[in-house]
């Protein structure tokens, strides 16, 4: 602060004060030409988000040498503008004078860096004409002190870039040849699967979109912002916390599509969240996320328009799992307050995916009234599952493939998922496939019932398949749905 006898003025080299200030009445003026501390200048500036002209100007750094010579320039200004008259002499408080910034600059490694050898005569009056003072010269580098108009040079970097740029980047002659050490990359194989997973999206009409992982603390609730990272620093009051989810960040994006009229959206990204853990330490986990809405058809002479739903995003999850080669998937209904809709993918004992549509509460934040579909793959735990996986070749069976169909009714609670539990349990080897084709629900059934029909393939590649064996393993699926799920098989 700058303060008088009587109190604060006003925050120095950020914010000026209200009584300070000169006004319509004001005749005695009180000069200072200051310099003022740049990191000192950027925290109180970041802490108040006070980004006014003097905190950028200070916060970079400014000619320390230069407070008099401005003082006197101001003055000047002022008489010659307003007329008046000086009331004082001027008073430099100067205690403990900046001392200049040393770099050493080594011949070898201008020419390393710059790609040009450059006469010592000429680099010399290259420095000199920036205000450079050279205090002392060997055989193979020059000591420099760095003026203190140019408080952003340190480095001898710094100094290469200087005479780069006045000698001019034109004048550095381009190599016939360019010597590299090329780079071994340890993670190949996650990148692999990763372009793999981005072309195959493509190839679906999906874009691939990147946002910016600091977001809005105002999009999440409170349970959502618990183990949240803030920002200490933000660049502004709308950018201040570290998304602990992939999904506002995304439908930013979707709004912004919408109103610029493209309603017709399939987007995907690989991105990361961040929270703090209870161990007070951060975690990253890596996302892939998938974002479906409007059309998935549009209307045509020989075809009427469908729009995206639950299905078409489950089976692109699916068709993903399927190219990475996770198997073994169970599927569980999913309760969290930013699905209105939705399942949860496991693998064996790893949560590996949720999907669903979008509660409606969560696009009103955002002003989205079209739905929105979206899948969040857990893309750390896929990667993991993916890579122990072993693509298998097998040739084309020469025996056919046999297929059965049951139709049960069973309450209308009844899960697909249900069924496909017990048919796993029967651990029939020859069975290839199982497939849901027909959900039917009338009075004609009963009160709250339903008729599911489901498809059965089998296989033997050794053999052809008889009648009685897949008689024999159609029974014992029967026998298993009644006993567990408590159906009536259809007959």
């Known amino acids: 602060m700058i303060c008088d006898a009587e109190g604060g003025m006003c925050i120095g080299g950020v914010f000026g004060g209200l009584h300070s200030g000169v006004t319509a009445s004001t005749k005695n003026i009180f000069l200072e030409s200051a310099y003022f501390d740049p990191i000192t200048i950027r925290k109180t500036s970041f802490r108040h988000g006070l980004r006014t002209d003097a905190a950028t100007r200070f916060e970079k750094g400014t000619d320390i040498s230069a407070t008099v010579k401005v003082l006197k320039r101001t003055t000047a200004l002022i008489l010659e503008i307003c007329g008046g008259e000086i009331a004082s002499d001027i008073y430099d408080v100067y205690p403990q004078p900046k001392m200049q910034e040393q770099v050493i600059l080594k011949y070898h490694y201008l020419k390393k860096l710059s790609g040009k050898i450059y006469h010592p005569d000429a680099m010399k009056k290259i420095l000199q004409s920036l205000g450079f003072t050279i205090d002392k010269e060997t055989i193979d580098a020059l000591y420099l002190s760095v003026p203190h108009h140019k408080p952003d040079i340190s480095l001898p970097a710094d100094i290469v870039e200087e005479i780069l740029r006045i000698d001019g980047l034109d004048n550095v002659e381009i190599p016939t040849s360019i010597t590299i050490t090329p780079s ?24 691939e979109i990147l946002t910016n992982s600091i977001t809005n603390k105002a999009f999440f609730t409170e349970e959502e912002l618990a183990g949240v990272v803030k920002m200490k620093n933000s660049l502004s009051a709308e950018l201040n916390i570290l998304r602990p989810n992939m999904l506002e960040t995304g439908l930013k994006v979707v709004t912004h599509n919408l109103n610029h009229k493209n309603n017709d959206l399939k987007l995907f990204e690989f991105g990361r969240t961040y929270a703090l ?53 169970n599927y569980s209904e999913l309760t969290e307050t930013q699905f209105g809709q939705g399942l949860t993918a496991k693998s064996g004992q790893h949560t590996i995916a949720k999907f669903g549509a979008v509660n409606k509460k969560v696009l009103t934040r955002f002003d989205i009234k079209q739905p929105v579909l979206y899948a ?42 249900a069924v496909k539990d017990v048919v796993k349990k029967l651990n029939l080897k020859k069975l290839q496939s199982m497939q849901l084709f027909d959900v039917f629900e009338s009075e004609k059934l009963g009160a709250d019932k339903k008729s599911l029909a489901v498809n059965f393939t089998f296989l033997d590649e050794e053999k052809t398949l008889t009648d009685g064996e897949i008689d024999n393993w159609m029974k014992k699926i029967m026998q298993g749905l009644e006993r567990d799920l408590q159906v009536e098989i259809r007959k």
Do not use: C
């Not at 340890?186 to 990148?191: F, G, L, P």
């Not at 729009?307 to 068709?319: A, M």
């Not at 020469?398 to 169909?405: G, K, M, S, T, W």
């Not at 209308?412 to 998922?417: L, S």
């Open 184 to 207: 071994v990359d340890d993670n190949v194989d996650a990148e692999v699967l990763k372009e793999k997973v981005s072309n195959y999206l493509a190839g679906l009409g999906f874009n």
């Open 277 to 329: 853990n209870s161990k007070g330490r951060f975690d990253e986990p890596e996302h892939l996320s998938l974002y479906l809405t409007g059309e998935k058809y549009v209307q045509s002479w020989k075809s009427k328009a469908a729009p995206n739903d639950f299905y078409t995003l489950k089976g692109v999850v699916e068709k993903l799992f399927s190219l990475l080669g996770v198997t073994e998937i």
């Open 376 to 417: 969040d793959l857990d893309w750390n735990t896929v990667l993991k599952i993916a890579l122990k996986h072993k693509p298998a070749f097998a040739p084309i069976s020469r025996f056919p493939a046999v297929q059965r169909d049951i139709a049960m009714v069973g309450s209308k609670e009844m899960k697909y998922q």
